[in-house]
T-cell receptor
């Protein structure tokens, strides 16, 4: 158990809908990262937050957004969902913004868009 | 951008065998991690190893940063070792952040 929690574990929804994925980092970690794992793109970095502020963006679509709250949990919002958004979404956390000592991954949320 | 290549792409072992997985990266990195993704999809941290050698039970890893490669050794393999092994490297962005770039993984199947 990495100490990173994600909810829900599974999500099935229809095209055009909006969903919210939730992540709680390890105790004491200030930085949260979101990654997407799909069959065709592999594991890709989406976005990072550090102590409530956006720190870096990767290949994140404009339909997707995220935020980190004062208690350091983070939410990833996916809207106008398409079939291609079906993937495993991981949250990771690290102590610092520079991942000193590494990033620790949650169990993931499996999103299926039908 | 930085490229991360893993070899072999697939590996089938008999229980009890040893194996070596390799990760090559194309540029200097400040972070390197090995993960095991089990059949249920969970990504399990194996090693944080930007340089040097570490051991944890039947697993060990070595990173030679100057030559831009890392090796993961699995000894006396067990069926529970099956899954995908990922190497991921971390690069700084403006000195303030560090995203992980993942390789394509090695799919390991350990047969009883």
């Amino acid at each position: 158990d990495s100490g990173v929690t994600q909810t829900p574990k599974h999500l099935i929804t229809a095209t055009g809908q909006r969903v919210t994925l939730r992540c709680s980092p390890r105790s004491g970690d200030l930085s949260v990262y979101w990654y997407q794992q799909s069959l065709d793109q592999g594991l890709q970095f989406l976005i990072q937050y550090y102590n409530g502020e956006e720190r870096a963006k990767g290949n994140i679509l404009e339909r997707f957004s995220a935020q980190q709250f004062p208690d350091l949990h983070s939410e990833l919002n996916l809207s106008s969902l398409e079939l291609g958004d079906s993937a495993l979404y991981f949250c990771a956390s690290s102590l610092t913004g520079t991942s000193a000592q590494g990033q620790y991954f949650g169990p993931g949320t499996r999103l299926t868009v039908t | 951008g930085i490229q991360v290549e893993q070899s072999p792409p697939d590996l089938i072992l008999q229980e009890g065998a040893n194996s070596t997985l390799r990760c090559n990266f194309s540029d200097s990195v400040n972070n390197l991690q090995w993960f095991h993704q089990n059949p249920w999809g969970q990504l399990i941290n194996l090693f944080y190893i930007p340089s040097g050698t570490k051991q944890n039970g039947r697993l060990s890893a070595t990173t030679v940063a100057t030559e831009r490669y890392s090796l993961l050794y699995i000894s006396s393999s067990q069926t529970t070792d099956s899954g995908v092994y990922f190497c991921a490297v971390g690069v700084f962005y403006g000195g303030a952040t560090n995203k992980l770039i993942f390789g394509t993984g090695t799919l390991l199947a350990v047969q009883p």
